[in-house]
């Protein structure tokens, strides 16, 4: 062990290792018990505390508001997904025209937040599926990607909230998601490389077979 790390140094080396705790986002049986208006003020006065203990003038005109909007931003935006109420609405479509090829919806942009230390994750998902009776909107598919991605998040949790809200809205077990993104908790501090990505996916039902996995891989990485 090093002698010359603090205690400090060795619980920051711990808390980056990737750890993903459970399939579901972990929430509290209390999570929606306050109002929007609430947590906003809450938050509000936490980061006030915050930005004062970092020594910042919260009288500067340039700061002032800052508390607020980042408490806006984090119940509004970024972290909007955590809430239920803001699930995306799939509706089902009959499949009346027959269609039973695989429908690939790629580069759907992905802004998320680590969840160890709540900094960004950019990227792009890449998402398939194989109807067997149902269809639904193809914008629908954009929007499942944001929801889960609009939370605290692990990649390898987001890449499969998202094939299994996609499997129970198709009712298929036909579908395939893969998501590649650059994490600035990686670029930005720790190790700082910035030339690294991380690519997760999930295949089910008929994407478990190589034909199929290699027809969406081959959609994917076509050129636009």
């Not at 400090?8 to 972990?26: C, G, K, N």
């Not at 929801?147 to 395939?176: C, G, H, S, W």
């Not at 998501?179 to 720790?190: F, K, N, Q, T, Y």
Request: proline share 4%; aromatic share 8%.
């Amino acid at each position: 062990m090093d002698s010359h790390k603090t205690d400090i140094d060795r619980d920051e080396e711990a808390m980056d290792d990737h750890i993903m705790s459970s399939l579901d986002t972990p929430l509290r049986p209390d999570a929606f018990a306050l109002t929007d208006e609430a947590k906003i003020a809450i938050i509000e006065g936490h980061f006030h505390e915050i930005m004062h203990t970092l020594g910042l003038d919260l009288t500067d005109d340039s700061l002032k508001g800052t508390p607020l909007r980042v408490a806006k931003m984090y119940v509004k935006e970024i972290f909007s997904g955590l809430h239920p109420k803001n699930k995306p609405v799939a509706r089902r479509f009959e499949n009346k025209y027959g269609y039973h090829k695989m429908l690939v919806e790629r580069d759907i942009t992905v802004y998320s937040s680590c969840e160890h230390h709540f900094v960004p994750i950019i990227g792009k998902a890449h998402v398939a599926y194989i109807p067997n009776e149902h269809v639904i909107g193809l914008s629908k598919l954009n929007r499942i990607v944001h929801y889960f991605a609009r939370r605290p998040q692990v990649q390898e949790r987001m890449t499969m909230q998202i094939a299994n809200e996609l499997k129970q809205a198709l009712k298929t077990d036909n579908v395939a998601v893969m998501i590649e993104a650059d994490h600035l908790c990686v670029m930005s501090r720790g190790v700082n490389d910035v030339s690294s990505s991380t690519i997760t996916a999930e295949y089910s039902g008929l994407f478990d077979q190589e034909q199929y996995r290699n027809e969406f891989l081959g959609h994917i990485r076509t050129s636009k």
